[in-house]
């Protein structure tokens, strides 16, 4: 009957010992998502599970959620292993820069195109940054972007500074725009204004208004600001179908869960067949 106990309590200490680890695991190595659109088609596709290394930039952790509504949580990492570069593909939350909240219900899975420091701009459809000779992005649909007429797709236009500019950008000719790093100082003009007027409201949480030809923090002069993080250009594969940095701005560096690692499980979304010659693939 000892015996018997023995084992049980022991069972028991295993069981509690081993659900310990794999949420520590879970926490603070990997997380994982569901990816439901096509966005970043061909790399990755609809019903693919992706497993996220935290690693790289540390395991966050978000302060003072009252709801999923909560205006910039307070976000801290873990030291991280190592740094975001071009081209790597991250997890993160949905930047709301409307409602200036950041949205943990919602997961987007997207490429970096540029990271803190760059001039990012996309020429002819094709993406750039300013003395970087790398390919960024996925350069097969840019081409195929390059070589269509604007009536074939109808770009979203974006009205570039300044104010009374009559000149757009589109997804096919865009920028540039600097991606701000954490302690940047930058002279607010208002041809810049357009740029990083949400990232400024989300790090501050205070109003920007325009008075006459003055730029108004609360009430205050604003001629130049201090960025308190680093930021990101995102991108999606399916350049024709993505919603992306091209349509909500840059990416506060708090937002980011992780970079995405590995397929362990595909589905197909319409038949429901499993794609077992995605399981296990790496995301590159």
Not at 92 to 116: E, Q
Not at 245 to 257: A, F, K
Request: hydrophobic content about 40%; glycine content about 6%; charged content about 25%.
């Amino acid at each position: 009957m000892r015996n018997i106990h023995k084992s049980i309590v022991q069972g028991v200490a295993v069981m509690i010992i081993a659900t310990t680890i794999a949420i520590g695991l879970r926490i603070l190595v990997f997380g994982t998502c569901h990816v439901p659109s096509s966005s970043m088609e061909p790399t990755i596709y609809p019903g693919d599970n992706i497993i996220i290394n935290k690693l790289t930039l540390g395991s966050r952790f978000l302060k003072n959620l009252d709801s999923l509504d909560q205006k910039r949580p307070e976000a801290m990492r873990l030291p991280g292993w190592g740094k975001i570069h071009r081209n790597d593909i991250l997890v993160f939350n949905f930047p709301n820069f409307r409602k200036m909240k950041m949205r943990l219900d919602v997961f987007y899975i997207k490429r970096c195109v540029a990271i803190p420091g760059d001039t990012f701009f996309i020429e002819n459809g094709i993406y750039k940054v300013k003395g970087c000779r790398d390919v960024l992005g996925y350069r097969k649909a840019q081409k195929e972007l390059s070589g269509m007429n604007e009536t074939d797709f109808r770009p979203k236009e974006f009205r570039c500074p300044p104010k009374d500019s009559l000149h757009f950008w589109t997804i096919k000719d865009y920028g540039p725009i600097y991606v701000p790093k954490k302690n940047d100082t930058l002279k607010i003009t208002m041809n810049n204004l357009r740029v990083y007027r949400n990232q400024i409201r989300y790090e501050t949480g205070k109003t920007v208004s325009i008075r006459s030809d003055s730029i108004l923090l609360d009430g205050k002069l604003l001629s130049y600001y201090v960025f308190k993080m680093n930021y990101y250009f995102m991108a999606g594969d399916h350049v024709l179908n993505s919603k992306d940095s091209r349509y909500w701005g840059l990416l506060p560096e708090d937002h980011i869960i992780g970079k995405a690692f590995i397929i362990w499980k595909s589905k197909d979304p319409v038949s429901g067949a499993y794609r077992f010659k995605r399981f296990l693939k790496v995301v590159d």
